[in-house]
């Protein structure tokens, strides 16, 4: 299960002038649901991501993930999540197989459970065509197929996704969606960032609506669509967003 | 195993795989000293050869010319001291001698000659010439004035009355030869910081770049284990580096290739002592590059800034590098306090090394001073390395 409660994180741009790029957030996603963040670019959907993740600090609030505080205990918390985002990069110079032996190996693995773990996803994911190549040559789908393996290589319990579709063709994103109700099916829970409505109303349990760092609305995709008064979820988001007033600004 | 070796075995196993920091950190100081020394020995070997050594000679037909010639100068005449001046100065000869028309009668009337040479001060080749031939007319000389005394009865040793005896004292047991004093310091503080220069750039700056450094922050790693496997990796690659070119020098003193004899006369003049206080005064110097090549990659946003960053950070290395080149010119290289500047110190180190002399306390501080600012430069690494603005990519 993950938490936040009243999370909130204030950054100081380059001109000394405080920017709050999540208010008081508060919401629970709980195990086989995937929880949706909605969000515009630069609504503060990574910036949760990365708090959860205990990437970066909360300026005030708390969270926790798996029952473990980000803040008390940050390496236990990484230790129960796996992070796939469209930006993750692969190490160019190192095979498939060597970065999710190395990844393995960062997450507590031991070199033999890091090989027993690699085959299976192999097999999996069906990365054997391509698991020894130098990840430099590998296609942008095959990447993404190794990060995927890369995220689930130590079994978490809790999987943050952050617009993981983005930039991929509709072939890979349908894998990509495919593999996130998959893992909802194995119970895990699931925190997942987009500005893609068909994805949220797939995929989602429940949804955050997020913008300029604060909640709008949560539940259910049907009940943001009548919170919204929208006759489609997307009417409905830019209802809550206040889009008319966004594009007067 | 312990994610501090995870990280270093990954970090090394992908920065070798690079050919920039291969060929910079192992192919190239190797190499290059040894393509640099066989040059050397190339031009002294050049220049010593009797028939490179040009002379001009504005017509004259006397003992020295004879002599010369026989002993296979390369010798060549002009009419007149003018014709030779205006040869030097279209840049076609460096040294022109002329000889009095009447030079070996004045000798034998024992009246003193005056032998003139123009030459152009720029000419190395004329001055390797021309120091030939005050040799030959030394030798001349005092064979003249020997025959003089002798005929006086007075003993030919008094040709040269008060004898200057030079006798070599070593400040060691064994040590190397001059050649290797003046540029193995250098050379082996230089490449441990070049050598990593590629590999810190990438290190950290490159990760933020190339968007690995998210996925490695979210691994249950501590960021201070990672920090320290990436120091210890760049520390591994200057390492690499500066034993390179350690190995390039052993190879040239010891194989005793002709192109190397001329520096190496002697052999290789390092002893496994000498060759144990090199790498003793290394560890720390590659322990304070690593951690500083690691500071500045993680304060760098990406990796072109880095190299911004680097460029400066040379400036800092080269100064006391290339003044600890020359510091046996001065007192300095005795003083205590050198020890204590970084960079200086190694090189000085070092040299004392190659001298034979042993200098323990100065090593020891050496030591002293590497370990703790590299002590230093790791905590702020680390400490740049823990903040959130690690992942600031722009």
Known sequence: ?249 | MNPVLIVWKKEIRELMRDKRVRNAAIVSPFFILLMMMAMFGFIINTARKKENQKFTIVQADNAVVTAMKAAKFNVSTVATAEEGQKKIKAGEIGLVIEFPKDFDQQLASEKPATVTAYIDATDQKAQIALASLRKVLDALGTAKLEKILTEKGVAKEMSEPIKVKTEEVRLGEKGASEFLISLLPYMITIYAFFGGFGAGGEIVAGEKEKTTLETLLVTSVRRKDIAMGKFLALASICAMSSLSALMGVIFAGASGLPMFKPLFPDGLGMGPMQIAAILITLVPTVALFGALLLAVSTLAKNIREAQQFLAVVNIVVLTPAIFGQVIGLTDLSRARWVSLVPVLNTSTSIRSALQGKLDWVGLGLTVLVGVTLAAILIRIAVHLFEQEKVLARN
Do not use: W
């Open chain 1, 1 to 249: 299960m993950v938490t936040a409660s009243q999370l909130g994180k204030t950054f100081v741009d380059a001109k000394g002038k405080s920017v709050h790029a999540v208010q008081n957030l508060s919401f629970e996603a709980h195990p086989g649901h995937v929880f949706g963040l909605l969000g515009a670019n630069g609504a503060g959907k990574s910036t949760t991501l990365r708090i959860l993740s205990t990437m970066i600090a909360p300026t005030h609030g708390t969270a926790t993930v798996n029952g473990i505080n980000v803040v008390e205990r940050p390496e236990d918390v990484r230790r129960s999540i796996g992070f796939l985002s469209n930006s993750t990069g692969l190490y160019g110079r190192l095979s498939g197989r060597e970065a999710l032996q190395y990844f393995g190996e960062l997450q507590g693995l031991s070199t033999s459970e890091a090989k027993t773990r690699i085959a299976e996803l192999v097999d999996r994911f069906e990365l054997g065509g391509f698991i020894d190549r130098i990840c430099d040559t590998l296609s942008t789908g095959q990447r993404q197929r190794v990060n995927i393996a890369r995220t689930v290589i130590h079994n978490p319990p809790v999987l943050f996704f952050d617009e993981p579709t983005a930039g991929l063709d509709v072939v890979m994103a349908q894998a990509v969606m495919e593999f996130i109700e998959e893992m909802r099916s194995a119970g895990k829970t699931i925190i997942f960032s987009t500005h893609i409505m068909s994805e949220v109303e797939r995929l989602c349990d429940r949804v955050v609506v997020i913008h300029e760092g604060a909640l709008q609305a949560e539940g259910t995709v049907d009940e943001i669509r009548t919170l919204g008064g929208g006759a489609t979820l997307e009417a409905a988001f830019l209802k809550l967003i206040d889009y008319r007033r966004e594009v007067r600004a």
